[in-house]
């Protein structure tokens, strides 16, 4: 069991934290370069693609591909991030001491765990909100080119940041931060793969390989997730072309969602997070300090 007084007040002493060692300027500095640096990209492709004699259609649709490249690398940053941001949240404070200290009050130690992964979360989703709708304004503003579905696609990056976080929170409840960090951006990257061969799986009818991506996207729903960032990113016109027989090999790509993920999964993504938090509060629960 968790209180919620002493839950509340981690998390806010987490998110001063964040503030007081200058972490929110870096990110946000990181972010309005990243931004900036697409805009500029973007606005010269447009540029180059009008001066060949490019139609606004081609155009939108080109654009709206390397948008989609550019959510994937920064799904990918921003997991990094999210990884060695949370995994130093709980073993770095028994490493040097700080937790006796803490503990000393009347502080659970579930508190403690529960309270640093809300604080974690919230500023690692307002950073991937912010970052993602700002980048896709910047898009839409040198290209013409609007998402379908941009508040979609930056929840479920927020979202997907947040599983990742929440793993290597975790994970750095028993592990050194390094330890924890670093296993945690190997099973996300492992995550995305078996998505992949899932999908190029299903395409080429290999039931068993299919089936078994199935169940290890159960057991690590990122990749899940990232095909919600797609299809929140994704024309209505690519996903019609690829409903063809022809259009195989672009329903086997991994920047490509012909649907949004099912609300059951989106269901179990939140129950799954819940559920980690929950095995991490349990092993620290159980740890000697």
Same mark, same amino acid.
């Given at each position: 069991?968790?209180?919620?007084?002493?839950? @509340?007040?981690?998390?806010?002493?987490?998110? %001063?934290?964040?503030?007081?060692?200058?972490?929110?300027?870096?990110?946000?500095? +990181?972010?309005?370069?990243?931004?900036?640096?697409?805009?500029? /990209?973007?606005? %010269?492709?447009?540029?180059?693609?009008?001066?060949? /004699?490019?139609?606004?259609?081609?155009?939108?649709?080109?654009?709206?591909?390397?948008?989609?490249?550019? =959510?994937?690398?920064?799904?990918?940053?921003?997991?990094?991030?999210?990884?060695?941001?949370?995994? #130093?949240?709980?073993?770095?404070?028994?490493?040097?001491?700080?937790?006796? $200290?803490?503990?000393?009050?009347?502080?659970?130690?579930?508190?403690?765990?529960?309270? %640093?992964? @809300?604080?974690?979360?919230?500023?690692?989703?307002?950073?991937?909100?912010?970052?993602?709708?700002? =980048?896709?304004?910047?898009?839409?503003?040198?290209?013409?080119?609007?998402?379908?579905?941009?508040?979609?696609?930056?929840?479920?990056? $927020?979202?997907?940041?947040?599983?990742?976080?929440? +793993?290597?929170?975790?994970?750095?409840?028993?592990? #050194?931060?390094?330890?924890?960090? $670093?296993?945690?951006?190997?099973?996300?990257?492992?995550?995305?793969?078996?998505?992949?061969? /899932?999908?190029?799986?299903?395409?080429?009818? $290999?039931?068993?390989? =299919?089936?078994?991506?199935?169940? +290890?996207?159960?057991?690590?729903?990122?990749?899940?997730?990232?095909?919600?960032?797609?299809?929140? @990113?994704?024309? #209505?016109?690519? &996903?019609?072309?690829?409903?063809?027989?022809?259009?195989?090999? @672009?329903?086997?790509?991994?920047?490509?969602?012909?649907? &949004?993920? #099912?609300?059951?999964?989106?269901?179990?993504?939140?129950?799954?997070?819940?559920?980690?938090?929950?095995?991490?509060?349990?092993?620290?629960?159980?740890?000697? +300090?």
């Amino acid at each position: 069991m968790i209180t919620l007084r002493p839950t @509340l007040a981690i998390a806010a002493l987490t998110l %001063r934290e964040i503030v007081r060692r200058r972490i929110v300027w870096v990110l946000l500095i +990181l972010a309005l370069a990243s931004v900036a640096l697409v805009g500029v /990209g973007v606005q %010269r492709l447009v540029t180059f693609a009008r001066a060949d /004699g490019a139609d606004e259609l081609q155009i939108r649709i080109g654009v709206s591909q390397v948008l989609i490249m550019i =959510a994937f690398m920064f799904s990918f940053v921003l997991a990094m991030s999210a990884a060695f941001l949370a995994a #130093p949240a709980i073993a770095s404070d028994v490493e040097t001491g700080t937790v006796l $200290a803490m503990l000393a009050r009347p502080i659970r130690r579930a508190d403690l765990v529960v309270g %640093r992964w @809300l604080g974690l979360s919230i500023s690692v989703a307002i950073y991937a909100v912010v970052s993602g709708l700002l =980048a896709i304004a910047v898009v839409n503003l040198v290209s013409g080119h609007l998402p379908p579905s941009p508040l979609t696609a930056v929840s479920f990056l $927020a979202w997907q940041a947040i599983a990742v976080l929440t +793993l290597a929170l975790a994970l750095g409840t028993r592990l #050194p931060a390094i330890a924890a960090g $670093a296993i945690t951006v190997v099973v996300f990257g492992l995550g995305w793969f078996v998505g992949v061969l /899932g999908t190029i799986a299903i395409v080429f009818n $290999a039931e068993p390989l =299919a089936q078994a991506a199935d169940v +290890l996207g159960v057991l690590l729903p990122t990749d899940g997730l990232w095909r919600g960032v797609i299809y929140g @990113l994704e024309p #209505p016109l690519v &996903a019609l072309l690829a409903g063809g027989a022809s259009a195989r090999g @672009l329903q086997a790509s991994p920047f490509f969602s012909f649907s &949004a993920p #099912p609300l059951t999964f989106v269901a179990w993504s939140v129950v799954w997070v819940l559920l980690v938090v929950t095995v991490g509060a349990l092993l620290f629960r159980r740890r000697e +300090l």
